[in-house]
């Protein structure tokens, strides 16, 4: 029975790399959030998806972000030319549909040198 | 807007110590209330949940917290800490299905 699985754990960038973070929900849920924490803060809602379909993308920053929920395999965080400023630990979620209640992963963290 | 305000960054305690962590959120209308915790190295787990009825929660693992529409406020509480409580705890709240907005977080440090 496994929970929402996220990979990789840990993640080095260079300044202008890209990164590639991946989840894969919990058995039977169909919809997926990231949420981003960055050093001394809260985790912070990031996008909503559903299988091939954006939900909410609120949170997500306005460039060099995106975030997929393909159809087959796992949803994909992906951020491009990456910048200090991106060091973070990111953790992803999911719940059935209508669910007022995430499970969460055990999150990703990203350290750009 | 939603905001979460977590009043103690770091909490240090000898076991069988007492623990209370305060949480305060502003937000207008009805919300879902929660507790998550975060082990080292583990994913961030559901402690406990309020929607409604008794304000008085009862979570896994011992703890509980109390909701104080009044006060605006979700304070967690356990009588007596172990060791392995030692973890990161994150108050959290929605007043809009998904979008949970969290605390910065409390570290908890439990002295044998």
């Known amino acids: 029975n496994a929970g929402v699985m996220q990979n990789p754990r840990h993640l080095v960038r260079r300044r202008g790399q890209e990164a590639r973070l991946r989840c894969s929900p919990m058995?039977?849920?169909?919809?997926v959030y990231w949420y981003r924490q960055l050093p001394e803060e809260g985790l912070k809602f990031m996008v909503y998806?559903?299988?091939?379909?954006?939900?909410?993308e609120s949170g997500m920053p306005k460039e060099r972000f995106s975030a997929e929920f393909p159809k087959e395999g796992p949803s994909i965080l992906r951020i491009q030319q990456v910048v200090r400023g991106d060091s973070a630990a990111y953790f992803c979620?999911?719940?059935?549909?209508?669910?007022?209640?995430?499970?969460f992963g055990a999150g990703s963290r990203l350290t750009v040198l | 807007a939603q905001s979460v305000s977590q009043h103690n960054h770091h909490v240090i305690l000898s076991e069988a110590a007492s623990l209370e962590l305060g949480c305060n959120y502003s937000?207008?209308?009805?919300?879902?209330l929660f507790w998550y915790v975060q082990y080292p190295g583990q994913h961030l787990q559901l402690l406990l949940k309020y929607f409604s009825g008794d304000p008085l929660v009862k979570g896994i693992k011992g703890f509980e917290a109390e909701f104080i529409k009044s006060k605006f406020s979700f304070n967690l509480r356990k009588p007596s800490v172990q060791w392995s409580d030692t973890a990161e705890y994150f108050c959290a709240v929605n007043g809009r299905g998904y979008q949970l907005t969290f605390g910065k977080g409390t570290k908890l440090s439990v002295i044998p």
């Open positions: 979620a999911s719940s059935p549909p209508a669910a007022n209640v995430l499970t």
């Open positions: 937000y207008g209308g009805t919300v879902n």
């Open positions: 998806l559903q299988k091939e379909n954006i939900i909410d």
């Open positions: 058995k039977g849920h169909s919809h």
